[in-house]
Structures are given as C-alpha cells and as structure tokens.
C-alpha cells in the first residue's frame, strides 16, 4: 500500500464538513438557505464574494472550495466540474440534483404522441439539473474563453417541418451561423416567417421553463451570472420575431441536436457577481490544511510501521506547535 493510497480522503468527510461551513455562512449572515428567487442566490453570492474579500475564515473555507474544486486553473477546463458546481450549489443552498428519472416530478411530459409533442417533450425534460428551494434550475459552467451557450436539446426536425423541405441536416445545413441564416431567408423568401416565428416561440416557451445560473470559471474568481427563464424565453422569441438577421445576432447554430446562442447578449440582461476566491484569509487556511495533512501522514506512517511512536510524537508536536501560530498568531 503506497503513501497516497493511504491517504485518500473520505469524500463523504469533505461533503459533511463543506455541509456544515455553509450553513455556519447563512446563519452568520441571517440569509435564507432555500431562496424563493434568483435575487436572494444573487444576495447570498454577493455577500459571500465581499466576506471572502473581508477576510471572514467562514466564507474564505468555501471560497477555498470552489477554487480547488470547481474554478482553479488546474480543474477549469475539465468538464467534471459542471457536475462538481451542481454538487456545490446543493449543498450551499440545500437543494437536490434532479437526476433525468425524476424530471417528470416537476416537469409534466406534454401531452400526445405525434413527433412534435414527442421531441418537444423530450426537449423539455433534459433542461432541469438542480432545485433549490421552489427555483428549477438548468445550470451551465463555462471558462472566460467561451463565447457560445450550448443551450440543450431543441428539436430541429420538430422547429424545421413543414417549412422546408428535406429537413435541414443539422451539420451540413445549421451548423454554422451563415448555414443557418441561409435557412431563415429561404422560409422568409417564402411568406412563411411569421408562421415560423410563431412555431419557434412556442417550442421556446414549451421547452425553457427553468431559470439559469452560469459560473464562469476564471481561476482564482468566479463569475456567477443568474438570468430568469421569462428574460431567457423573451430575448429568444424576440430576436426571431424580428427576422432572420436578428435571428442569427443570438441564434449560432445547431449542433448535437442542441441549439447554440451566443453567450453576450444573456449575460447583459443577468445579474452578476464577480466572487474573488482567494482572499487575505486564504493563506493561512492553505497552512492550515497543509498541517493537518502532515499530522494524518505521521500517524498513518506510525499505525504502518513506518515510523517509530516517539519519532512521531516529537513531529506532531512540532506541526501542533505551528498550527497554534495560525489560530493564535
């Protein structure tokens, strides 16, 4: 048995004690752990960014959090950390993980069996992730670099029939912003755009029922934007009504059987907290950690064998000895 496997921690351990800061964070704050709006997750983020940035050893433990777990550059681009931010938001706010099985508890399957109410459906139960309080939420973590939202499933065969003919092939037809917008013109070329813009804004309003929360994932800060699912339905819908060249200022194109916007014109209409991570408490709780660490590792070396015991009581002193200069500097 290596040092390292010996040392694997109990991740159930981090969750429970993660569970017991942030509840420690709400009631400090006097802040409601199931928000009934997006205004109170933005509050709690809000204050959370200026008690990080305050020093506060409470909200600098979870700040610590997300930086080695979700927002670090070491983890950023890995995309294990989407799950990783829903498991945070959870635990923070109390919520649950809606796994796709339980969709239909808070989203009703549309009625009939024909293609249309069939697809939509579908469409409309893979949007919800996360529940907090009475908020259904689809949840997105991106990196600074990102420009486009993978907005999920949206049928293009349900958005496309009847109005050209074949169906257009999502990668040779719509998976660019030009493809697609050579599409429009054509149903508009036709007389048919209203009739489109009205097909297309009631799959919008069938399908996008939850609010979003998106983190940007910069390193040492997060940026969390929050945007209603009324703003999100209304600059989708909108940018259609208005033809196919306003269509396409929002709309980027189709790919994997999910429609891709672009990210700026949501992110103006968000609330937005930018929440620096790494504050002046950060150094102290990294020294801290490294300690108990150090103390586990000579204890486990010691129950192995590896270490004499009296060798070990004199370097558990020495880290104890340190670790009293962290609480009592």
């Known amino acids: 048995m290596t040092k390292q496997e010996r040392l694997v921690g109990n991740e159930s351990e981090a969750e429970n004690s993660l569970a017991l800061y942030c509840e420690r964070f709400f009631k400090i704050f006097k802040l409601q752990r199931s928000p009934k709006n997006l205004q109170e997750i933005y509050e709690a ?5 200026d008690q990080i940035d305050k020093g506060e050893p409470t909200a600098s433990i979870i700040g610590k959090h997300i930086y080695e777990h979700i927002s670090g550059e070491a983890i950023r681009k890995r995309r294990v950390t989407s799950i990783d ?13 809606v796994e796709s099985e339980d969709r239909t508890k808070y989203l009703e399957e549309l009625p009939g069996r024909d293609d249309f109410s069939r697809r939509v459906s579908r469409n409309r139960l893979e949007k919800l992730d ?12 991106l990196i600074p670099e990102n420009k486009e939202l993978n907005a999920g499933s949206f049928s293009a065969e349900a958005l496309f029939e009847g109005f050209l003919s074949p169906v257009p ?22 007389g048919n755009w ?20 998106f983190a940007i994932k910069g390193g040492q800060h997060c940026d969390i934007y929050l945007l209603t699912g009324e703003k999100f339905r209304e600059l989708m819908i909108n940018c259609v009504k208005d033809g196919p060249s306003k269509a396409v200022q929002l709309i980027n194109r189709f790919e ?17 907290v930018r ?8 150094g102290r709780l990294i020294k801290l950690d490294n300690l108990i660490r150090n103390i586990q590792s000579i204890a486990v070396d010691t129950l192995c064998g590896e270490l004499s015991p009296k060798s070990a009581m004199e370097q558990i002193q020495s880290q104890l000895k340190e670790l009293i200069k962290i609480v009592n500097p």
């Not at 996360?130 to 973590?141: A, M």
């Not at 929440?275 to 950060?282: K, M």
Request: charge should be negative; aromatic fraction near 12%.
């Open 45 to 49: 983020f809000s204050i959370l960014k």
């Open 256 to 272: 994997a059987h999910a429609i891709r916007t672009r990210l700026e014109p949501l992110f103006a209409e968000a609330m937005h």
């Open 85 to 97: 931010f829903e498991e945070f938001l959870t635990t923070f706010f109390e919520g649950i993980i």
């Open 275 to 282: 929440v620096d991570l790494i504050g002046p408490c950060s």
């Open 194 to 213: 209203k009739d489109f813009a009205e097909r297309f804004e009631q799959m919008v309003r069938t399908i996008y029922l939850t609010d979003w929360i």
């Open 169 to 190: 092939n999502e990668r040779t037809d719509l998976g660019s912003q030009s493809a697609l917008e050579e599409k429009f013109n054509k149903i508009a070329k036709a």
């Open 130 to 141: 996360v529940r907090i309080g009475k908020l259904l939420l689809s949840v997105k973590t």
